[in-house]
Each structure stands twice: as C-alpha cells, then as structure tokens.
C-alpha cells in the first residue's frame, strides 16, 4: 500500500513502538512515504483548505481525545482570546447525517479547549454566534481517523522551553511593557514575571549551560542572587565538575564577605542609608532571605562607625566625663565599675497618648487575629515593631545628679535588635571622689570630676573612644586525620557559655539554690571554720576573661541582664541600708527564694582553666576536678539543657576554631557518617561552613559542654597530678600570641 494510508499505518504501527514523538514522527513518516514508491511516482501532499465557519455551525467532535484537565483553565483561554484573537485555527471535518449528505454542521477533533473558550465567549454575550471563525476544514471520506487527528494535534506539539519563555518575558519588558501588565496578560502573578526576569538576567554562558540541560532550574535560581557575570561563570567553574553543587552551596558562594540584613549592623543603619550611600543589596526572590546580603561590608562597617560616633558626641553634650563606642562589648563589661543611682525620666504627655495608642492598636490586632493560625507578614512586622517602641518607652533614659556626671561615663553600642544601646553612669575606680592633698589644684577635684579650665570655666570634652569587637582566629589547615585536642582558649570560651547558662538554671531553682547556699554554710561550719566576720558566706561574681564575640547575645545572658534590671528597679536603693533591710525582709516567701537564687547564681563558676602546679596562684588539679565536677551536678539537678540554652556550633564559636579532623567528628556524631562523607572532600573554610548547616538542630555539643557519666561523677574522686589536664586538652596544640602576654598565668601555650 502506498500514499497517505500507507504512511498512516506506518504511523500508528510505530505508536506501539514506543517511538511517537511530534516532528520525528513525521520525518521517518515521510521517509517511509519516499521508500515506497519510485521518486517519479511520488504522490504531492494536498493541505487541507481553511475557511471561516461561523460559531452556531461547530460542534464538539466525541472523538476528541483529550478527557482530563490540564494547563490553563478555559476561562483563562477565552480571556487570551479576547484580548488577542484566536491565534490557533481549529480543526474540523463535515458532519454526515444519515443520509450520507453534509448536514452544514462541523465537529471539531482538534482544538477542544478553544472550542470551549469560545463557547464561554458567546455564554457571556462578549462573542457572537454568528461569528466566523477560522478553521481548517479535512474531508469528511480522509482515509486518516479523526481520532488519529485529535491525538496528534496534541502530542506533536512541542513544549516550549522554560528559557524561551523568560526570554521573551525580557522582550516584552525592553519593549515598554511593566511586570504588572505582563502578569495581567498571561494571568500570573507579578512575581512570577519579576523571578523569569531575574533568571534571564543571570550570566550568559550560564543560561546557554541550562538551555544545554546541563544546569538544574533550581540551580540557575540559585545563580540570581548575585548580578555579577564574572562571579556567577567563576562559581559555575568550581562546582560543575563537583558532585556538590547543591543550590545552597552556589548561593553561599556567592555571597561570601556579604552581611545579611538581618544582621544587628544592617538593622541599625538601615537599608534606606546604606543604598544612599552607594552600597548593593543582593536579593534572592525565590527564597526567603531575610532581607538580603549587604555586599560591601566596608562601606557598612564605616557607616555604621558614623551614625554611632554622631550618637556618641550627641550623648556627650549630657557632660559625661567619657563615652565607649563599639558595635558590641563583651559580656560583662561594666564589672568592677560604679554605676550611678539615677531616677527614671517621665513621659510627656505626648510620650504618654502615644504609649496609649500603641497598645490599643496592639490589643486590636491580637484580638482580630486571634484565630488565625499563621499572621499575615505585614500584621507580624507591624506587632514587632509596636513591641520594640513600648519597650523602648519601658527602657527610656534616666536622669543623674549633674554633679556626678562630670566623673561618670557611658556606653554607646547596637543591640541585638539593631537598636541604639546607650548605658550611662558608669564610674570608673581612678575617677572615684578621693581627698588630695593641699595646693594641688590642678589635678582632679576631690568628687572624681574634671577641673574646669579657668580661660572657657567649663570642663574638657569628654574622652569618646570607638573599639571593635574581637574575633576569634581560625587554625591554620590541618591535613591530617589525627584528632587534636582543643585549643584551650577555645575551651575556656566553651565554659564560659556553660557557665553564664548554669547561672540562669541556678536562678531559676530557688530551692536548688537554697541547698546550693545551705551546702556552703555547712561546708564551711563544720569543715573549715570562718572567721572574721559575722557571717564569712558570701558571693563573689566571677568575672569571664575570656569569651566568645557572641556570649553577650546568648539567651542566658539575656535572661540574666532582664531578670537583674527587674529587680534592680523594684529595690530601694540609694534610699539607707535600713530601707533595703525592710524590703527585704516585707518580701513574700516566693520573692526572696527568687532574688537568693538570682544572687547566689552569681557565685556559680564552671570555667575550665589551667591548673597551676605552683601554689599561691590560680587552680590545682584537684580544685579544678572539683569545680567541674560539682558544676556537672549543678546541671544535672537543674535540668540544664545547653541545646535549649541557644547554643549551637557555628563556625565562629567553635567549627572554624578546630581541626578538619575535629570537624567531621562533630558532623559524624551529630548527624551520622554519610553526613561526613558530603563534606569530607572541602577545605576547612567550606567544609566548617557546610557542617554549621548540617549540625544546624542536631543537638550535637562539644566535649566541654557535655555532661559527665553520673555514675563516674558519683565515684571517689583521686587527686591526680598537677600537670593532668582533661581528655580533650592531653596534647599541646599551636599558641594564640595575642593571648599570651595578657593572661600569662591562665593560658599557656596551645
């Protein structure tokens, strides 16, 4: 059999082959067509004549394949229609009736879907019945089965390819339409046109490796979070032939040395600023990103520098004797200092309508969506930010006696939150009142304050003095598959945490702070008799030397500094020890088991340190096992849980401070060997990165952080060498210099 019924059956015997598909199809068909017959005898194609049919005469063929809903729906397609016509023809064949005659009637095979979209057109008045419409009109004897028609109309069309369409989504745009009208004429949402734009706007060479199928879209998404061309193709270039190339890792790459903007520098400067000032902010709209990546952090470093010191100088004009400036201070900065008894501030009356409206509006809110599972994000942002204005007036300044000011300072840094952070009435000891001898009037007056200078009668300007926060060093690159013990800075540090959480936990069980006090006094009755005092107990606050950069930012910190400024603000100090003494002694049963604990947990001390094997000076051995130990039971009857006390390893408190090997003990305790394997391979710069993100819920700590066995705790302890340090610290390790001079006797070289 030769013609177009023998190149129909070649056609559909290939349909059980598996092998149908659209063009190809009908390139081997009309092979086959050419190796039938002799070239002299080849048959022409005659196309099928298009005419207009006017609406009323068109009936849906039942031969129509297509039953399931799929793509866009018909009211979507009757809205492409009228707005830009029909652009398809439909395709159709006479009805027969059963005389064997056309009966004027047509049925559509082909073209269903714009059959009913412009069936919805007449419903709604806005097409017609009459109205022509083009199609292409087979003969009604066609050796081809209308089926056969309806099927391949719909197979044999080849889907566009995503990058075509962000291509010509980018046409579109050059051409003087906005995203908003290109998402009205496709019947999409702005932001989905905004993403394709952004997609097509990734480096070149990389869209040409996606259209090649060599690139997921997940990953050429992940490309748009930075604009530069010659970064994206670098970053591409070190991942391709990696097995890891997961999206999170080309993001991370791409904004390594960017500040996020939810970091607390970003939030105090403000975006607006920042991109006045020239700086970028790298967005991602395919996932959340809080905000985005600040990219010259320099450009933030100085302007963050600025508006503190102008904060700084304007805080001065109060008459502080000196002010501190700093992002952040360390935990614990003000030991050692007086602090002024100052009186707070009143509100205005204007201060006071607008605390008034703002918990009206808070109250509104709360109760409108009181039963809604999630807050919309606009309704979230808005109680945020009216909770950070109410404290703000809960926290507002407080006034000093003027005459202690000129002795006095203040504090000047950025909170967590990125809100100014302003500490004053701070007296350091070489500025406290002291008696100087006659005829030295020159120096500084007896009440700590400067002397005024006798040309301007005023005082000296205050000494403002800006200072960064420390960072912690990383190790050098460590190769080998030996397991070094930690750097005992680091260890020190990881105590420290331990030990500001063991105090909120002790804070917070007063009737294990009791006992704790309780153990002490008869420690000291029945051991080791005092003397010298009334009462010899006592609590001495032990002051963290050494800490990491984000100790003052950690939950227990923060408990601790609220739960102190709450009862500062309660007590009546500065009124006689006899007013205190009645306060105290008034307080409920409750209260004054809450404040002992408070106090008490002060005196707590879990900090690991050098045993000294000279007498006189720091630690023995056995001092320090009993410190540990002792803390390891505090913990375990407290309940202290570090994972719920916030910490977690990260690259700066403690991932990026140890070995490779260290490294994927960690990934490999927490999260399991094949955790380990993905990032076995990176340089520990990455390879501390990818396992921050891995360990990130894992509960995993660090050995210094763990309990101790309690049945070990709970055997006889021996005392052992002096020069016996714990498993962790058996070896030495490499020296941080710019430690050794400053704590010589405490830390010795790692």
Same mark, same amino acid.
């Not at 099927?151 to 995203?179: V, Y």
């Not at 970003?266 to 959340?288: I, K, N, S």
């Not at 918990?359 to 709360?366: G, I, V």
């Given at each position: 059999?030769?013609?177009?019924?023998?190149?129909?059956?070649?056609?559909?015997?290939?349909?059980?082959?598996?092998?149908?598909?659209?063009?190809?199809?009908?390139?081997?068909?009309?092979?086959?067509?050419?190796?039938?017959?002799?070239?002299?005898?080849?048959?022409?194609?005659?196309?099928?004549?298009?005419?207009?049919?006017?609406?009323?005469?068109? !009936?849906?063929?039942?031969?129509?394949?297509?039953?399931?809903?799929?793509?866009?729906?018909?009211?979507?397609?009757?809205?492409?229609?009228?707005?830009?016509?029909?652009?398809?023809?439909?395709?159709?064949?006479?009805?027969? &009736?059963?005389?064997?005659?056309?009966?004027?009637?047509?049925?559509?095979?082909?073209?269903? %879907?714009?059959?009913?979209?412009?069936?919805?057109? !007449?419903?709604?008045?806005?097409?017609?019945?009459?109205?022509?419409?083009?199609?292409?009109?087979?003969?009604?004897?066609?050796?081809?089965?209308?089926?056969?028609?309806?099927?391949?109309?719909?197979?044999?069309?080849?889907?566009?390819?995503?990058?075509?369409?962000?291509?010509?989504?980018?046409?579109?745009?050059?051409? &003087?339409?906005?995203? *908003?009208?290109?998402?009205?004429?496709?019947?999409?949402?702005?932001?989905?046109?905004?993403?394709?734009?952004?997609?097509?706007? !990734?480096?070149?060479?990389?869209?040409?490796?996606?259209?090649?199928?060599?690139?997921?879209?997940?990953?050429?998404?992940?490309?748009?979070?930075?604009?530069?061309?010659?970064?994206?193709?670098?970053?591409?270039?070190?991942?391709?032939?990696?097995?890891?190339?997961?999206?999170?890792?080309? %993001?991370?790459?791409?904004?390594?040395?960017?500040?996020?903007?939810?970091?607390?520098?970003?939030?105090?400067?403000?975006?607006?600023?920042? *991109?006045? /000032?020239?700086?970028?902010?790298?967005?991602?709209?395919?996932?959340?990103?809080?905000?985005?990546?600040?990219?010259?952090?320099?450009?933030?470093?100085?302007?963050?520098? *600025?508006?503190?010191?102008?904060?700084?100088?304007?805080?001065?004009?109060?008459?502080?004797?000196?002010?501190?400036?700093?992002?952040?201070?360390?935990?614990?900065?003000?030991?050692?200092?007086?602090?002024?008894?100052?009186?707070?501030?009143?509100?205005?009356?204007?201060?006071?309508?607008?605390?008034?409206?703002?918990?009206?509006?808070?109250?509104?809110?709360?109760?409108?969506?009181?039963?809604?599972?999630?807050?919309?994000?606009?309704?979230?942002?808005?109680?945020?930010?009216? =909770?950070?204005?109410?404290? #703000?007036?809960?926290?507002?300044?407080?006034?000093?006696?003027?005459?202690?000011? &000129?002795?006095?300072?203040?504090?000047?840094?950025?909170?967590?939150?990125?809100?100014?952070?302003?500490?004053?009435?701070?007296?350091?000891?070489?500025? =406290?009142?002291?008696?100087?001898?006659?005829?030295?009037?020159?120096?500084?007056?007896?009440? &700590?304050?400067?002397?005024?200078?006798?040309?301007?009668?005023?005082?000296?300007?205050?000494?403002?003095?800006?200072?960064? *926060?420390?960072?912690?060093?990383?190790?050098?690159?460590?190769?080998?598959?030996?397991?070094?013990?930690?750097?005992?800075?680091?260890?020190?540090?990881?105590? /420290?945490?331990?030990?500001?959480?063991?105090?909120?936990?002790?804070?917070?069980?007063?009737?294990?702070?009791?006992?704790?006090? +309780?153990?002490?006094?008869?420690?000291?009755?029945?051991?080791?008799?005092?003397?010298?005092?009334?009462?010899?107990?006592?609590?001495?606050?032990?002051?963290?030397?050494?800490?990491?950069?984000?100790?003052?930012?950690?939950?227990?910190?923060?408990?601790?500094?609220?739960?102190?400024?709450?009862?500062?603000?309660?007590?009546?100090?500065?009124?006689?020890?006899?007013?205190?003494?009645?306060?105290?002694?008034?307080?409920?049963?409750?209260?004054?088991?809450?404040?002992?604990?408070?106090?008490?947990?002060?005196?707590?001390?879990?900090?690991?340190?050098?045993?000294?094997?000279?007498?006189?000076?720091?630690?023995?051995?056995?001092?320090?096992?009993?410190?540990?130990?002792?803390?390891?039971?505090?913990?375990?009857?407290?309940?202290?849980?570090?994972?719920? /006390?916030?910490?977690?390893?990260?690259?700066?408190?403690?991932?990026?401070?140890?070995?490779?090997?260290?490294? +994927?003990?960690?990934?490999?305790?927490?999260?399991?060997?094949?955790?380990?394997?993905?990032?076995?391979?990176?340089?520990?710069?990455?390879? #501390?990165?990818?396992?921050?993100?891995?360990?990130?819920?894992?509960?995993?700590?660090?050995?210094?952080?763990?309990?101790?066995?309690?049945?070990?705790?709970?055997?006889?302890?021996?005392?052992?060498?002096?020069?016996?340090?714990?498993?962790?610290?058996?070896?030495?390790?490499?020296?941080?210099?710019?430690?050794?001079?400053?704590?010589?006797?405490?830390?010795?070289?790692?």
């Amino acid at each position: 059999m030769t013609g177009p019924g023998a190149a129909a059956a070649w056609v559909r015997g290939r349909e059980g082959q598996g092998v149908f598909d659209g063009l190809e199809v009908e390139r081997e068909a009309l092979g086959a067509r050419r190796e039938i017959g002799p070239m002299t005898n080849m048959q022409k194609i005659t196309l099928a004549s298009s005419r207009d049919i006017p609406f009323h005469n068109l !009936v849906l063929s039942q031969s129509n394949v297509r039953r399931v809903k799929a793509g866009i729906s018909v009211g979507e397609l009757a809205e492409s229609i009228a707005r830009r016509g029909l652009i398809q023809s439909l395709h159709v064949r006479p009805v027969i &009736g059963e005389d064997g005659a056309e009966t004027g009637k047509f049925e559509v095979p082909a073209g269903g %879907r714009r059959y009913r979209a412009l069936e919805l057109l !007449v419903k709604q008045k806005r097409l017609a019945k009459s109205a022509p419409v083009p199609c292409i009109v087979s003969s009604a004897d066609d050796g081809v089965l209308i089926d056969e028609v309806s099927l391949a109309e719909n197979i044999e069309r080849s889907p566009l390819h995503p990058l075509d369409q962000f291509r010509a989504f980018q046409a579109m745009r050059e051409k &003087g339409m906005t995203e *908003e009208a290109i998402a009205a004429a496709f019947f999409i949402d702005a932001k989905v046109v905004k993403q394709r734009l952004r997609l097509v706007a !990734v480096a070149p060479v990389l869209l040409e490796v996606y259209a090649a199928d060599e690139m997921t879209l997940e990953q050429l998404m992940a490309f748009t979070v930075s604009s530069d061309h010659a970064r994206q193709a670098q970053v591409w270039e070190a991942v391709k032939n990696s097995w890891s190339k997961e999206p999170y890792q080309i %993001r991370r790459m791409l904004t390594e040395g960017s500040v996020r903007a939810s970091d607390k520098r970003a939030r105090f400067l403000g975006l607006d600023a920042y *991109e006045a /000032a020239g700086g970028f902010v790298l967005r991602d709209l395919f996932q959340q990103d809080d905000g985005g990546w600040l990219q010259d952090s320099v450009l933030l470093e100085r302007l963050v520098g *600025e508006k503190l010191k102008a904060e700084a100088e304007a805080i001065a004009g109060e008459g502080w004797k000196w002010i501190e400036v700093a992002v952040g201070f360390l935990y614990g900065h003000t030991m050692g200092l007086r602090e002024l008894l100052g009186t707070t501030v009143d509100l205005t009356n204007e201060e006071r309508a607008t605390r008034e409206a703002l918990r009206d509006e808070y109250d509104r809110l709360e109760a409108e969506y009181a039963e809604a599972e999630d807050l919309p994000e606009e309704v979230d942002q808005r109680l945020g930010e009216i =909770e950070r204005q109410l404290s #703000a007036f809960d926290s507002r300044r407080m006034a000093f006696d003027p005459d202690q000011i &000129g002795s006095a300072g203040a504090f000047v840094s950025i909170d967590s939150g990125g809100s100014l952070l302003v500490e004053r009435g701070f007296v350091r000891p070489e500025d =406290e009142a002291r008696v100087e001898p006659l005829g030295d009037a020159g120096d500084v007056g007896a009440d &700590g304050t400067e002397p005024m200078d006798p040309g301007t009668g005023e005082r000296p300007a205050p000494v403002i003095s800006m200072a960064g *926060e420390t960072r912690p060093l990383e190790e050098d690159e460590d190769e080998g598959d030996t397991i070094k013990p930690l750097p005992e800075r680091l260890v020190i540090e990881l105590t /420290a945490h331990r030990t500001l959480a063991l105090r909120d936990a002790v804070a917070n069980n007063p009737r294990i702070a009791m006992t704790a006090l +309780l153990h002490k006094l008869v420690t000291d009755c029945f051991v080791s008799r005092a003397s010298g005092a009334a009462l010899e107990a006592n609590v001495r606050d032990i002051h963290l030397a050494v800490q990491s950069a984000d100790l003052a930012d950690s939950f227990p910190a923060q408990n601790i500094d609220t739960r102190h400024a709450g009862w500062k603000a309660d007590m009546p100090l500065g009124q006689g020890d006899d007013v205190l003494w009645n306060w105290l002694h008034a307080l409920d049963e409750a209260s004054r088991q809450a404040l002992l604990a408070h106090c008490l947990s002060f005196g707590v001390n879990a900090l690991y340190e050098r045993p000294n094997p000279y007498s006189g000076m720091g630690i023995s051995q056995h001092g320090l096992d009993r410190r540990l130990r002792e803390a390891d039971r505090l913990a375990r009857t407290t309940g202290l849980d570090l994972v719920e /006390a916030g910490w977690k390893p990260t690259v700066a408190n403690y991932l990026g401070r140890v070995t490779k090997s260290r490294i +994927l003990e960690a990934v490999r305790e927490g999260v399991g060997e094949s955790a380990a394997q993905l990032i076995d391979h990176l340089k520990k710069g990455d390879m #501390a990165r990818e396992a921050e993100r891995l360990l990130d819920g894992s509960g995993w700590l660090p050995e210094p952080l763990r309990l101790d066995d309690p049945d070990a705790a709970a055997a006889p302890v021996q005392d052992v060498g002096s020069d016996e340090l714990p498993a962790f610290l058996t070896e030495d390790d490499e020296a941080h210099p710019e430690d050794e001079e400053k704590r010589r006797h405490l830390i010795a070289a790692e």
